[in-house]
């Protein structure tokens, strides 16, 4: 699941003399789309605060996304704009030139707004207005194109889902099959992977082999994995298969895998399909 961290700019809010609505307003429409909201904070408009926390939650791989709300008017004390810049590494001019040109066409105080957006690590930070009603209007707009920005995840869920080469295992059917058949009384799972494919057998494959299933692309980063220390499976059968025949993915594009979709090898067209997940 992707994570998003909700940040409101509000000398008031901070004061507690303001309720804050659009920060719940970004929650509502975040927790709709699927997201995990991880962290609501007002703080106060203060450049150094805002910056610190947005960097701490990108540096921290608390989320994947960063919503902020308020500071990107005219005001001596709007200075959301400036602590985006002075956290972010890349900016992406596109999605605040979005917001600006959809909101014109509802009204011309858009063309006033300063919102930027950018990446910091692996974390896309984007400034959205101050008002509830503009706050809907921009992200409802945007949200449905911000998957296809941030994918690299994993599955929903999932303990390995994360930023990093690992983030989802396969194991072959034929494989599990013919330990069971030594004897081995193991059920689909039993050894951590997350799914179970029939047809393909994963340890010839090179690394950088990519698998699509519909719209989903994994590529192919590891084969085989260190035996955890006191598995269950080895101590009995004195073996394991996961060390040598699962294989790990990260995801390339995002999507929905389910119980009997096919997969196939991006450059081979070869078939296979899914058998749990």
Same mark, same amino acid.
């Given at each position: ?69 308020? $500071? +990107?008017? @005219?005001?001596?004390? /709007? *200075?959301?704009? &400036?602590? =985006?810049?002075?956290?972010? %590494? ?117 690394? $950088? +082999?990519? @698998?699509?299933?519909? /719209? *989903?692309?994994? &590529?192919? =980063?590891?084969?085989?994995? %260190? ?51």
């Amino acid at each position: 699941m992707k994570r998003v961290a909700i940040i409101t700019s509000s000398d008031a809010g901070y004061a507690g003399e303001r309720e804050d609505k659009s920060g719940p307003a970004i929650k509502e429409i975040a927790e709709k789309e699927g997201y995990q909201v991880v962290s609501m904070d007002i703080l106060p408009d203060d450049r150094d605060m805002l910056a610190r926390r947005m960097a701490q939650i990108a540096d921290e791989n608390l989320a994947e996304l960063i919503l902020t709300t308020g $500071g +990107t008017g @005219f005001s001596a004390r /709007d *200075v959301m704009p &400036e602590a =985006t810049e002075d956290v972010i %590494e890349r900016r992406v001019p596109g999605i605040p030139e979005a917001i600006r040109a959809y909101s014109m066409t509802i009204t011309k105080r858009a063309m006033l707004s300063r919102a930027t957006a950018g990446i910091r690590r692996q974390t896309l930070i984007i400034n959205l207005p101050g008002s509830p009603k503009a706050v809907r209007e921009s992200l409802e707009y945007i949200i449905p194109a911000l998957e296809h920005g941030i994918e690299d995840w994993g599955i929903k869920g999932d303990a390995h889902a994360g930023k990093w080469h690992r983030q989802v295992s396969l194991l072959s059917y034929d494989k599990i099959q013919a330990f069971r058949s030594r004897g081995a009384e193991v059920e689909d799972g039993a050894f951590g992977e997350n799914l179970v494919v029939e047809g393909f057998d994963f340890a010839t494959l090179p690394v $950088g +082999t990519r @698998f699509c299933c519909k /719209d *989903v692309v994994l &590529e192919l =980063t590891q084969v085989g994995k %260190e035996c955890h220390h006191g598995c269950v499976i080895f101590q009995k059968m004195g073996d394991c298969i996961m060390p040598r025949e699962g294989v790990f993915t990260r995801v390339l594009k995002g999507g929905t895998i389910r119980v009997g979709d096919d997969l196939r090898i991006q450059a081979e067209e070869a078939g296979g399909s899914t058998d749990d997940l």
